[in-house]
């Protein structure tokens, strides 16, 4: 069977074409969270490892409406928990977990977690994805369960706890919590976070319908090939950014 066309990506020729690009895509996926319900308080972050400097990563300031965040509004954190750019302070949750998996994970560009509905509904089951969909064949033993719940995550060693979990995989459930997802470009890692909580969603409705078929272990594998590759999910996320970007251009202020 004929691999899926997917356009390669722009690879960008300096350090500050690189941070900007990935900034807008940030703030981007910020916006794109709040339209699909992401949004949960003060809850859920993104970050994207800075291009130059890879011990500091960009990431949303606490306690603002994902709606609401542009470009000059990222923040920029060491892995000490400090802020060296901006403002405002930044979620410690967001600091123990992102830090922790940047730091374990350093083919990892960008990384999200939020409180989706249908993610925090399937992460109360405390299992893993069944490969019941061509869509979720993308974390078909590329997903692991950090089956554990001791609170808010506001302790580094809690962070290490899930980091290690997580492991070389492309996305977590964490445990009566949510979804955690990462990728090599912010695209990518916030594209399979949609998915994933949408794959979430179809699992709920199908096994509360009925008993469900699934898709057997080398077809499952053989789509993940097509449909869970970095570059598949880099391209699944175009057609997301142009509509946000276009429908609320003042994020790239």
Not at 112 to 138: M, N, R
Request: glycine share 6%.
């Amino acid at each position: 069977m004929a691999d899926l066309k997917v356009p390669s990506f722009h690879k960008a020729a300096t350090f500050a074409e690189e941070r900007a690009d990935r900034k807008l895509k940030l703030a981007a996926s910020f916006r794109l969270f709040a339209k699909f319900g992401f949004d949960e308080g003060v809850a859920g972050h993104i970050t994207a490892r800075d291009p130059e400097d890879e011990s500091l990563f960009w990431v949303n300031p606490f306690g603002m409406d994902f709606s609401m965040i542009s470009v000059s509004d990222l923040l920029c954190v060491n892995h000490h928990g400090d802020v060296v750019v901006g403002e405002r302070p930044v979620n410690t949750a967001a600091f123990v977990i992102h830090s922790q998996v940047h730091q374990a994970r350093p083919d990892v560009v960008a990384a999200a977690h939020a409180h989706s509905i249908y993610g925090k509904a399937f992460s109360a089951l405390g299992k893993e994805l069944d490969p019941i969909t061509q869509d979720v064949c993308a974390f078909y033993q590329d997903h692991a369960l950090f089956d554990d719940y001791t609170g808010v995550v506001l302790d580094i060693e809690e962070g290490k706890r899930i980091s290690h979990a997580l492991g070389s995989n492309k996305a977590a459930i964490l445990r009566n919590h949510g979804l955690l997802t990462v990728g090599k470009t912010v695209d990518e890692a916030v594209w399979w976070f949609i998915t994933m909580d949408r794959s979430c969603h179809s699992q709920l409705l199908a096994d509360a319908a009925g008993r469900t078929k699934l898709i057997d272990h080398e077809m499952a594998l053989l789509t993940r090939g097509q449909v869970g590759s970095e570059r598949a999910g880099w391209f699944s996320f175009q057609p997301l950014f142009d509509r946000i970007l276009k429908e609320q251009p003042d994020l790239a202020e």
